[in-house]
Structures are given as C-alpha cells and as structure tokens.
C-alpha cells in the first residue's frame, strides 16, 4: 500500500502550535488589526513549520496592510499641479518598497469651505493625507478633526500655522520670495533700476495666486523684504490674485501693462506663468520686462527658451511625493517623523540650465 499523504494542517492545529485561539489565527492570516506583533511572529512561524502557506503567500501576510494615502490637489489648470498629479499615478512601482497605495484628487482650492469638505471626506477614507493647505479657521478645525480620528496629515507646497499637521512638506517660501527679489534686481542692474532717477523709481508688480496660502504670502514678504535692502528707490506698485489660473493672470497682467507702461519687472508667485507670458508677449514688452516665476512646466520651459521668462523657481515633484510616502512611513514604524527625509530645495532655472 502507498504511504499515506499527510492532510494539510489546519487552522486549529496552527493554533495549538502558537498556543492562541483559532480566532487569533483567523486574524493574523486574513491580515485583520487588532494582534499584537509578538504573538503575530508566533502565529507565522508555526504556520511556516506547518507548511500551511507557501512562502511568498507567507511573506505577503506578515507584511503589514498597505497605507492607504490621498493627496489632494488644487485644479488641473495648475500645470505644475497636474504634473505632481501625473507622477502619483504613475509612481506605482517606485512606491511598491514602501507598502503604499497612493490616489490624488483635484479639488477646488480656493474655497476654505470646500477644502475643509473634501480633506474631510477623502481623509476619513485614508491612513494618511496630504494637500496645500489654505489658511483658514474651517481648514484648521479639518485638520484637526483628521488626526483626532487617527488620521495622518501633511500639508504639502504651502503650510498650516496652529494646526496639528505631522509635517510640512515644500520649500522654504520665504526663501523663495527673498530669492526672487535677488534675481530680480540683478536682472534689472544698476542701469534700469536708476534709469528715471529719484522721481520716477523702477517699477515691480506681483501676481499671487491667493494670500490665503500661507505659501504666498511669505514669498510675497521676502521678496519684498529682499528688494528693500538690495533697491529700496524701487518700487512695489500692485499685488494681484489670480488664483492661479492662465486666463485671470493674462487679465491681471494686461492691466498691469496697461496701467504702468514703465513697468520693469514682474514676480508671479503661484501658477499658470503662461497666462502672464502671454499678456507681455502681446504688448510687445517680453523681452523688456525682467520676468520671475514658480514652477518648472512644459509652459514655463517654453518661456524660458524664447526669453519671456528669465527665471523659474521650482520643487521637483517626485522628490515632494517621495518625502511624503517617507514621512507616512516614519509615522507608521513611530520612528522619528523626519528620519531619512531630505529637505526640499530651491532650484533656479534658467534658459542654459534646462534640465
């Protein structure tokens, strides 16, 4: 007669072996919360021995659940946005190592009411979430409701003050605008910023996209903190919204043009620098006006090489969504929240130094 062929063994044998109840066993094998890691280990391990699972079914069950993430972003017509958007979802094999699934959403920006809606709504669906963040009483109490409900928050581009967000992630801002300021006036020279003597001062506009983003708002205060010690006779004749979007900067900037025809130079401090390329270019003043913008885009490289824009300054975006997956990786292993997180830098680009 043949050898008899051993019965694969069972939950309850898995138990005895681990010593716990076929409950606990249940749990650990279908990966559900609520067992301590010590008698998880115990529960593989004699199910190893048991030969109960292969061992890539094994590996794959004692690996914790992914993280499930959400970043929420402001609209498509942020070309800049829409690329980090593109690289979230193409990221997929890049993350794998770090047991993430990662979705994002275009939301409305501008709106505290909506934001704290939508970060509400996506973020008790998730571990973790991650969005630019308005500065609002209504976003702040979102916020905060999110982590009372064990939910982990980044602000991403453009921070929170008081609030209980794990973490910043973005460039200095304040930096950025002070960077501006420098570029700006060297741009201009000794020359153009002295050229109407003290009587008739150089003259510099600003486009924002909302001072609502605390992000803008300190890129505003430096560069108009860098411009007073460098060129304190020029000077700073509007500040403008236009929400980042191509069509209201075009409006914003023609007025500008409009209104001041000695105008010298130009600071955008969000998005869609094409709306502004588009209105110098169509006054004829694209290679007048000394242009600073944010954001490294197929727009803004395009003004860069035929010289309406002089600089961009910008954040690459697989190294923002990179430093967020790390830091909701830290917050999950309780490791500090930083660790292996390299800040982000500011890089200025011009037309020779295109990557």
């Not at 430093?323 to 020779?352: M, Y």
């Amino acid at each position: 007669m043949p050898d008899k062929i051993p019965s694969r063994a069972r939950v309850a044998d898995i138990a005895a072996a681990a010593g716990v109840s076929t409950a606990t066993v249940d749990r650990v094998l279908n990966r559900r919360p609520g067992v301590r890691s010590a008698t998880m280990q115990k529960v593989m391990r004699a199910a190893a021995e048991l030969d109960y699972l292969p061992e890539a079914d094994l590996y794959q069950a004692i690996q914790p659940r992914p993280m499930q993430l959400v970043f929420l972003l402001p609209p498509r017509s942020n070309r800049y946005m829409q690329m980090l958007g593109d690289y979230i979802g193409f990221a997929e094999e890049q993350l794998a190592p770090f047991n993430v699934r990662c979705k994002y959403h275009h939301i409305e920006g501008f709106n505290p009411h909506v934001l704290a809606q939508r970060l509400l709504h996506y973020g008790r669906q998730a571990d973790g979430v991650a969005f630019m963040a308005l500065e609002h009483p209504l976003v702040r109490e979102a916020v905060n409701a999110l982590v009372d409900a064990g939910v982990h928050v980044l602000t991403l581009i453009s921070d929170l003050s008081n609030s209980r967000r794990a973490a910043y992630v973005g460039m200095d801002n304040r930096a950025a605008g002070r960077t501006a300021g420098y570029l700006l006036a060297r741009f201009l020279g000794p020359e153009r910023l002295n050229a109407g003597g003290p009587r008739t001062p150089a003259k510099i506009a600003m486009i924002a996209g909302s001072l609502s983003y605390r992000g803008h708002e300190e890129r505003e205060m430096g560069f108009q903190h860098a411009l007073e010690e460098m060129c304190p006779q020029v000077q700073v004749v509007g500040l403008r919204e236009g929400h980042d979007d191509a069509d209201t900067n075009y409006k914003q900037a023609r007025t500008l043009l409009e209104q001041y025809p000695d105008l010298a130079g130009m600071y955008n401090i969000g998005g869609a620098s094409d709306g502004v390329g588009r209105a110098l270019k169509e006054s004829g003043r694209d290679q007048k006006v000394v242009f600073i913008g944010h954001g490294l885009t197929p727009d803004t490289r395009g003004l860069l090489i035929d010289g309406t824009l002089d600089a961009v300054l910008t954040q690459h975006p697989q190294n923002m969504v990179m430093n967020c997956v790390r830091i909701f990786g830290n917050l999950r292993a309780r490791r500090d929240v930083l660790a292996a997180v390299e800040a982000v830098r500011i890089s200025v680009i011009l037309r020779e130094n295109l990557p």
